[in-house]
Nanobody, 121 residues
Framework: VQLQASGGGLVHPGGSLRLSCVHSGPTLDFNGIAWFRQAPGKERERVGCIAISSSDGRTSYADSVKGRFTISRDNAKNTVYLQMNSLKPDDMAVYYC?????????????WGQGTLVTVSS
């Protein structure tokens, strides 16, 4: 499986941005897509996860983004989205998507390259 994240950029505090993660390869190889982020000098943080193979597309989120970020999928386009609203300076980071073997994204299989999100006035 290959993953390509895109959509990063500069946004003002309070603004919104949508990231995309296009995944290719046999969908039988993975069952979830996770979003992570890493800010300079900080540890990598899991943002959330979406089940790919299940019919309900179940999602989970970190407390730090719950209520502001939404992960969705378009299986016809092999794409997972991360909609980020009410962005804060603390959200500034390089964002990565990763394919997971399981639908709860506990066992990661492959990482995509990151996309930088800058939140600044």
């Amino acid at each position: 499986v290959q993953l390509q994240a895109s959509g990063g950029g500069l946004v003002h505090p309070g603004g919104s941005l949508r990231l995309s993660c296009v995944h290719s390869g046999p969908t039988l190889d993975f069952n979830g897509i996770a979003w992570f982020r890493q800010a300079p000098g900080k540890e990598r943080e899991r943002v959330g996860c979406i089940a790919i193979s299940s019919s309900d597309g179940r999602t989970s989120y970190a407390d730090s983004v719950k209520g502001r970020f939404t992960i969705s999928r378009d299986n016809a386009k092999n794409t997972v989205y991360l909609q980020m609203n009410s962005l804060k300076p603390d959200d500034m980071a390089v964002y990565y998507c990763a394919a997971a073997i399981d639908s709860q994204c506990r066992v990661l299989k492959r990482w995509g390259q990151g996309t930088l999100v800058t939140v600044s006035s």
